[in-house]
């Protein structure tokens, strides 16, 4: 079996996965015009300040795009087909691409209520996904 790809923390991205093999859910806020963003970076894509902090996000999304995939585009994928690569919108204001899981993947429309879950890729990486609410 090949292996999916997997992220590979660095600087502005520790504290995130450091997190979520915690199970939990965590997101920057600025502390300059408190905005919340998605993805982690360095400085925050409103304003450009550099006073960020992580805060614990709710886990609760809508979805706002999706697509049902049956065909992997990388071969350690093609085990999981078919899957949900969607577009959520986090409680806390930011976008997030990610998987929707736990459900028939024709069932996932726009507008779905969703909520955060866990999957212990490696003992090493979690990846942050979303189910049905």
């Known amino acids: 079996m090949t292996q999916i790809p997997l992220p590979d923390p660095y600087q502005d ?79 806390e204001g930011p976008r997030m691409m990610t998987n929707i899981v736990n459900c028939d993947p024709e069932s996932v429309r726009i507008g779905m209520a969703v909520q955060v879950c866990f999957d212990d890729v490696t003992d090493e990486v979690t990846l942050p996904m979303f189910e049905p609410a």
Do not use: M
């Not at 999706?66 to 078919?82: L, M, Q």
């Open 13 to 91: 991205t520790e504290e995130y996965w450091k997190a979520a093999r915690e199970h939990r859910f965590i997101i920057q806020k600025c502390g300059d015009c408190g905005q919340a963003q998605f993805y982690p970076r360095g400085v925050c894509s409103h304003c450009l300040s550099s006073k960020l902090e992580w805060i614990e996000a709710s886990g609760k999304a809508t979805v706002y795009s999706c697509s049902v995939n049956y065909r992997a585009g990388h071969p350690g994928f093609a085990e999981k087909t078919p899957f949900v690569l969607a577009i959520v919108d986090l409680a």
